[in-house]
């Protein structure tokens, strides 16, 4: 528990889709640029857009084999 609520993995946050609409200066947290998110999701996001994100966890479970081979996903 924190001073804020829950903080584990699955607990819900507000997270951007774009993570400096206005300027790096200001917050991304505006109208139609925010979605609920697990924590552990906007860690994994930090200061990337959803579609960065996506490209880079696709990267990194291409180079552990799993879309080469079916056998490698659980």
Same mark, same amino acid.
């Given at each position: 528990?924190?001073? &804020?609520?829950?903080?584990? !993995? ?8 774009? !993570? &400096? !609409?206005? =300027?790096?200066?200001?917050?991304? &947290? ?6 609920? /998110? &697990?924590?552990?999701?906007? /860690?994994?996001? =930090? ?17 552990? =084999? ?9």
């Amino acid at each position: 528990y924190t001073a &804020h609520g829950t903080s584990t !993995p699955k607990s819900v946050q507000l997270g951007h889709i774009i !993570p &400096h !609409p206005q =300027g790096k200066d200001q917050t991304a &947290h505006i109208a139609g640029n925010t979605q609920w /998110i &697990h924590r552990d999701c906007n /860690i994994i996001q =930090g200061d990337k857009t959803e579609d960065e994100t996506l490209k880079a966890l696709a990267a990194i479970l291409d180079s552990h =084999g799993w879309f080469d081979n079916s056998e490698a996903c659980p």
